[in-house]
């Protein structure tokens, strides 16, 4: 991870270049992808396709804390993912409220 947030700070924020990383679905440009996107640019649909890729608690908890929580929909869609049957799906909900209660107070939704 220190390796992978390094690399971040060369690449800068690019959301086209995050869209592309997440293509590859490799645990690295997963990773890569959910530290360089811009919160501001994901959509909801965005955040309901990638959602749906997690396949781990690393990658849930990583995109969650350093993607999702930034967004302008965090708020609804840890709701809407809490009521959702999928392991990573609700687990990410449970993420997005444990990184709130650490990061809250700066999120200027």
């Known amino acids: 991870m220190p390796e992978l947030r390094r690399k971040t700070r060369s690449l800068g924020v690019s959301h086209e270049?995050?869209?592309t990383l997440w293509s590859f679905q490799i645990r690295e440009t997963m990773l890569l992808a959910s530290m360089v996107d811009d919160p501001k640019l994901v959509t909801k649909a965005q955040m309901e396709r990638w959602v749906l890729d997690f396949d781990n608690w690393e990658i849930c908890d990583q995109v969650c804390?350093?993607?999702f929580l930034w967004t302008g929909h965090v708020y609804r869609k840890i709701f809407d993912f809490a009521e959702?049957?999928?392991e990573f799906v609700k687990r990410s909900s449970f993420a997005m409220i444990a990184e709130l209660a650490v990061h809250g107070k700066y999120i200027g939704n």
């Open 65 to 67: 804390g350093n993607l």
């Open 17 to 19: 270049l995050a869209l």
């Open 84 to 86: 959702r049957k999928e």
